[in-house]
């Protein structure tokens, strides 16, 4: 399993910037969070960026594609004109995309680490991600969500995020999404997501090698 982590922003391009807290940080903190958690669970993982560097956002998809990428995962913070505004929102592109269901099992996990954050759903579909045509989810040709962690234009929400120990427990839940999606540790062991590949890998060998000496038994 491969999975992209875009953690957003970076370099000139700061995002959210509120009270000398920018969002290019947060992002990149809990994207190696993740990804190492990820890779203690035997996934091969990239991230878009590894330091405070800008990336156009056609360069993040499409490194995604080159690598060749199974799910696609970019992080950021919130920013609002109300400081209430508070709680994680997961989003997905328009429509029915090969995405929904990575987001809401991510919208789950996130639901469940964080009980009293508000979880931003819209269900005018059915399913809880919110859904716009943002540019790295519309680029990438494999499932691909955007999440946004909290509002840094929200004071209690924005220490929160700056804190170590909170920025890990989204990498878990955002991990656990990832692995509950592809038969990782909770549905049997860490090494299920590799596993599951190789014996999908094997059975096509067999099938091809089958088909294979058919044809010399005709030739
Ligand atoms: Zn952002």
Known sequence: MKVCLDPGHGGRDPGA??????????????ARLTAGRLRDARCETLLT??????????????????????????????????????????????GDTGADWFATLLFTTLQGEFPSS??????GDGDPDKERDLTVLVRTGMPAVLIELG??????????????????????????????????????????????????????????SGQLSGLLREF
């Not at 956002?57 to 995604?64: F, H, I, K, N, T």
């Open 17 to 30: 910037c509120v009270a000398g807290v920018s969002e290019a940080g947060i992002n990149l903190s809990v």
């Open 49 to 94: 960026r590894e330091i405070d560097v800008y990336r156009s956002l056609g360069d993040r998809a499409a490194e995604a594609n080159d690598w060749g990428a199974d799910l696609f995962l970019s992080i950021h913070c919130n920013w609002a004109v109300s400081d209430a505004a508070s709680g994680f929102e997961v989003w997905t592109s328009r």
């Open 118 to 123: 508000p979880a931003r759903a819209d269900y």
């Open 151 to 208: 509002f840094l234009s929200n004071s209690s929400e924005r220490a929160a995020l700056r804190n170590v120990d909170i920025q890990d427990r989204f990498a878990a839940a955002l991990a656990r999404g990832v692995l509950l999606g592809v038969g990782g540790p909770e549905t049997g062991g860490p090494g299920a997501v590799c596993e599951a590949r190789h014996a999908r890998l094997l059975e096509q060998l067999r099938v091809i």
